[in-house]
T-cell receptor, first 113, second 112 residues
Framework: DAGITQSPRHKVTETGTPVTLRCHQTENHRYMYWYRQDPGHGLRLIHYSYGVKDTDKGEVSDGYSVSRSKTEDFLLTLESATSSQTSVYFC????????????FGSGTRLTVV | KQEVTQIPAALSVPEGENLVLNCSFTDSAIYNLQWFRQDPGKGLTSLLLIQSSQREQTSGRLNASLDKSSGRSTLYIAASQPGDSATYLCAVRPDSGYALNFGKGTSLLVTP
């Protein structure tokens, strides 16, 4: 979707290295989310943000941290990547009220070797 | 915790058939429900959004219904085409909170 971009699209990294994924939106939406998608588990929430500098944990937050210093950017950091964090990561945005759904980015495929 | 279940997990139909995908959820305290489509290796594309006060939404050949009290939603696809082949995901947003809870999806194959 043109209003939300993720970078990088693909990344291969080694176990134990730090990794940062970026999500950028041009919609000025208040809420931003990071999900991971794995076979057999579906999409699971990692962290979300409800405003600049306001973040909270999701279902599978261990091993991940996030930061949001500007409305448009939401960063996901793997402090020390593990093989279990090999996954496809999706960023999403939404507004809190009104007839708004969620918009998802195209995803980042991360492989930890 | 909200549990979202989609049945069937996979479905194969010949082109032209009408079909129904099912989604059920355990907690009826939802704000809205959203159906997505996901093509292999791609992101999620929103198809239909139903607010908790609505019974159905339509877009082209797609019709989604919502029965909040029974915890069910269906996605009806009319006159299916090979281009409809994809995974269809159902997601609910709870009344209290903003994060979506997803089902594991129905993988649809429409054969020519």
């Amino acid at each position: 979707d043109a209003g939300i971009t993720q970078s990088p699209r693909h990344k291969v990294t080694e176990t134990g290295t730090p990794v940062t994924l970026r999500c950028h939106q041009t919609e000025n939406h208040r809420y931003m989310y990071w999900y991971r998608q794995d076979p057999g588990h579906g999409l699971r929430l990692i962290h979300y943000s409800y405003g600049v500098k306001d973040t909270d944990k999701g279902e599978v937050s261990d091993g991940y941290s996030v930061s949001r210093s500007k409305t448009e950017d939401f960063l996901l950091t793997l402090e020390s990547a593990t093989s279990s964090q090999t996954s496809v990561y999706f960023c999403a945005i939404s507004e809190s009220e009104g007839n708004y759904g969620y918009t998802f980015g195209s995803g980042t495929r991360l492989t930890v070797v | 915790k909200q549990e979202v279940t989609q049945i069937p997990a996979a479905l194969s139909v010949p082109e032209g058939e009408n079909l129904v995908l099912n989604c059920s959820f355990t907690d009826s305290a939802i704000y809205n429900l959203q159906w997505f489509r996901q093509d292999p290796g791609k992101g999620l594309t929103s198809l239909l959004l139903i607010q908790s006060s609505q019974r159905e939404q339509t877009s082209g050949r797609l019709n989604a219904s919502l029965d909040k009290s029974s915890g069910r939603s269906t996605l009806y696809i009319a006159a299916s085409q090979p281009g409809d082949s994809a995974t269809y995901l159902c997601a609910v947003r709870p009344d209290s909170g903003y994060a979506l809870n997803f089902g594991k999806g129905t993988s649809l194959l429409v054969t020519p």
